[in-house]
């Protein structure tokens, strides 16, 4: 299931995520602090509310309402740039983080913007990942992807 959550304020993110979590579980992600991929998920959230008025987080729950991806991103001047992308370790390979990247692009679409940016890790499978996404290398890991 992937959802997306789109708020100018770190609490509005957390408020939508917890309701659609109880309404959906009698789990709710959010306080439980022994899971890690929230913890970075609203660890890098403080950081985008911080520096940026647009910006959002398309998650990826499995069944129970149990995080295994997540993107966060950020938009500025009709571009937008890809902060954070990861997949838990043994859900890797199943096509989740091409279905995060491709659903943010349909997003993008609607919202008129044109461009996606990111930095990349160095790790030769990170860029193969990106470049079979259609993204290019500008210099180094920084990469670029123009929607139609
Ligand atoms: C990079 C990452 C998000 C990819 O997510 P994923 O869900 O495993 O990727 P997908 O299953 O959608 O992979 C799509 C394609 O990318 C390439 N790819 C992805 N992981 C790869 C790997 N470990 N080795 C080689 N190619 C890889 C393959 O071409 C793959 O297609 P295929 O499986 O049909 O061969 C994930 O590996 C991850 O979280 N890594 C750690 C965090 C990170 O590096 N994030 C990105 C840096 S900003």
């Given at each position: 299931?992937?959802?997306?959550?789109?708020?100018?304020?770190?609490?509005d993110i957390q408020k939508d995520m917890r309701s659609r979590a109880i309404k959906n579980t009698k789990f709710d992600p959010w306080n439980?602090?022994?899971?890690?991929?929230?913890?970075?998920?609203?660890?890098?959230?403080?950081?985008?509310e911080t520096n940026y008025e647009n910006y959002g987080v398309i998650v990826y729950f499995k069944k129970g309402f149990v995080i295994i991806g997540a993107l966060l991103y950020s938009i500025n001047d009709n571009k937008c740039t890809i902060h954070r992308l990861g997949v838990t370790k043994e859900y890797r390979r199943q096509n989740i983080g091409t279905k995060m990247v491709e659903f943010l692009e349909l997003y993008l679409k609607i919202v008129n913007v044109k461009e996606i940016s990111l930095y990349s890790s160095d790790e030769?499978?990170?860029?193969k990942f990106y470049k079979k996404l259609g993204f290019e290398i500008v210099y180094s890991t920084n990469m670029i992807k123009h929607l139609k």
């Open positions: 299931m992937l959802y997306h959550f789109i708020g100018h304020k770190i609490g439980d602090p022994g899971n890690i991929m929230i913890q970075a998920i609203l660890g890098y959230l403080t950081k985008l030769l499978y990170t860029i």
